[in-house]
């Protein structure tokens, strides 16, 4: 059983950086396509960004050019120039296939607990 284990969130200030990690047990992060997702009140879960075990790397619009995926001995979320509204619970996810549409939360089998990030203006 995949397991999958966030860490790295806090508070910090617009403007401030912060990396995300997410940890695999029981699998491997290169033999499933990895996400993120964040879920703020009120709001419905939301894509963040995605790795392919491939490497291929899909953004939202809405932190491209901010955030960056990565895999190495975890998955990353590099989080730079955070915004006030990029406060949100951040969940990792994992799937080994896709059937298309990899922005959806549906398409992910295995989730982490999430980690709060929290930007003060």
């Not at 879920?39 to 291929?56: D, H, N, Q, T």
Request: hydrophobic share 35%; charged share 15%.
């Amino acid at each position: 059983q995949v397991q999958l284990v966030e860490s790295g969130g806090g508070l910090v200030q617009a403007g401030k950086s912060l990396r995300l990690s997410c940890k695999v047990y029981g699998g491997t992060s290169s033999s499933h396509n990895m996400a993120w997702f964040r879920l703020a009140p009120g709001k419905e879960r939301e894509f963040v960004a995605v790795i392919s075990f491939s490497g291929i790397t899909y953004y939202a619009d809405s932190v491209n050019g901010r955030f960056t995926i990565s895999r190495e001995d975890a998955v990353y979320l590099q989080m730079n120039s955070l915004k006030p509204e990029d406060t949100a619970v951040y969940y990792c996810a994992a799937t080994p296939y896709w059937h298309g549409t990899y922005y959806s939360p549906d398409e992910y089998i295995y989730w982490g607990q999430g980690t709060q990030v929290t930007v003060s203006s």
